[in-house]
């Protein structure tokens, strides 16, 4: 009995390995500045009302102060003020967005967040309502604008970002609110084959 259920433990990881293409990417860590570092992880999902292909951009921030510090990362974050967008083909070359009908969108109002030390926080970034499809997959980063990657072309993307927030110039000494300005590593964007 215990050799039958190992058996069919191995068959069950081997046909979940046969599935192919892994639909969630994490990228790699940005340089470390003030105590804060972030990166960007991609998943691809289906939105099952219209059966339609969406990637969700995730930002994953860290502040690298040891458990016993003190010190707090205050963030003032607005995706469409705060970063900045690149995708790639396999080749290098960049792509532009192509202007999208959109019926409702995520709030342009900055978020006030905090990461307090040796933590870190993830949060969607992806905007919403800029509509899908069955056969090409959505990326929609920026409002009114989105790239779409058809299933059939079995090329290989990545996104970069860039993260930049100004200091505020409000008189004000927050030592605790971080400015600055993280490049983010490309990440390959998960693109389903048909």
């Known amino acids: 009995m215990k050799k039958n259920t190992i058996v069919f433990l191995i068959q069950l990881l081997i046909s979940?390995?046969?599935?192919?293409?892994?639909?969630?990417?994490v990228g790699d860590w940005s340089e470390t500045k003030n105590y804060l570092k972030a990166r960007l992880i991609l998943r691809h999902r289906v939105t099952p009302e219209v059966e339609g292909?969406?990637?969700?951009?995730?930002?994953?921030?860290?502040?690298?102060?040891?458990?016993?510090?003190?010190i707090i990362r205050k963030i003032e974050f607005s995706p469409t003020h705060a970063m900045s967008f690149c995708v790639k083909n396999a080749n290098g070359t960049p792509i532009a967005p192509k202007p999208l009908f959109c019926s409702t969108f995520m709030s342009t109002n900055a978020l006030d967040l905090a990461v307090p030390q040796?933590?870190?926080?993830?949060?969607?970034?992806?905007?919403?309502?800029?509509?899908?499809?069955?056969?090409?997959?959505?990326?929609?980063?920026?409002?009114?604008?989105?790239?779409?990657?058809?299933h059939s072309s079995n090329e290989v993307y990545t996104l970069s970002a860039t993260l930049t927030l100004k200091r505020k110039k409000d008189g004000k000494l927050d030592t605790a609110r971080w400015h600055g300005s993280l490049e983010l590593p490309a990440v390959r964007i998960p693109v389903p084959s048909d």
């Open 118 to 150: 040796d933590g870190t926080l993830r949060f969607c970034i992806s905007m919403n309502g800029g509509g899908v499809s069955r056969d090409e997959t959505l990326l929609y980063l920026k409002p009114g604008e989105g790239w779409y990657f058809p």
């Open 16 to 25: 979940f390995a046969a599935v192919g293409e892994t639909l969630e990417q």
């Open 53 to 70: 292909n969406e990637t969700l951009a995730y930002l994953e921030l860290c502040n690298t102060c040891p458990p016993q510090g003190t």
